[in-house]
């Protein structure tokens, strides 16, 4: 298989993995919310919640996708221009560019367009999520560069 199929299912799972986790951190932060204004959620409603809310991945994968694309690409001219460790920045890349990516969504938008990140904390666990992508991406990809990590 060739380094851009490889780099390209890097990609996609480190995608996917975020948008994975993002779900997850975003129907906890909404489950929070509402616990916190009197609300009795017992764990299997917690549970069938959060698997329902999956319903956000054909929108949030394609999403988190492009901002990757961009995200590690400056990551990448990061590592080739400044040095520094492959796994950090891909890490810092993840978080920043999902947590910018939401801002801009905010600022276009108006209202926060994925409800979980409306709270600060909420928002946090967004860039987590971003900087736990990054980290998959850079394991993915260790074997494709020269550079260690």
């Known amino acids: 298989m060739t380094n851009f199929f490889r ?5 996609l ?6 948008a994975l986790l993002g779900s ?17 959620i017992p764990f299997s ?4 919640m959060t698997i329902d809310d999956f319903g956000i991945l054909p929108s ?7 901002c990757f694309v961009i995200a590690f690409s400056i990551g990448s001219l990061c590592i080739k221009y ?5 796994i950090v920045w891909y890490m810092v890349a993840g978080a920043a560019g999902l947590m910018a990516t939401l801002l801009v969504m905010k600022a276009v938008l ?17 860039g987590l999520a971003g900087a736990i992508g990054g980290w998959v991406f850079a394991k993915l ?9």
Do not use: C, Y
């Open 82 to 86: 400044i040095g520094g460790k492959r």
């Open 45 to 48: 409603d917690r549970l069938s």
């Open 141 to 149: 990809t260790h074997s494709l560069t020269n550079q260690g990590d």
């Open 60 to 66: 949030l994968i394609p999403l988190t996708l492009v």
């Open 7 to 11: 780099g390209l299912i890097a990609l």
């Open 13 to 18: 799972v480190a995608s996917l993995t975020t």
């Open 24 to 40: 997850v951190f975003s129907s906890q932060f909404v489950m929070s919310d509402l616990i916190s204004v009197g609300a009795e």
């Open 110 to 126: 108006l209202v926060s367009g994925i409800a979980g990140t409306r709270s600060t904390l909420g928002f946090l666990s967004f």
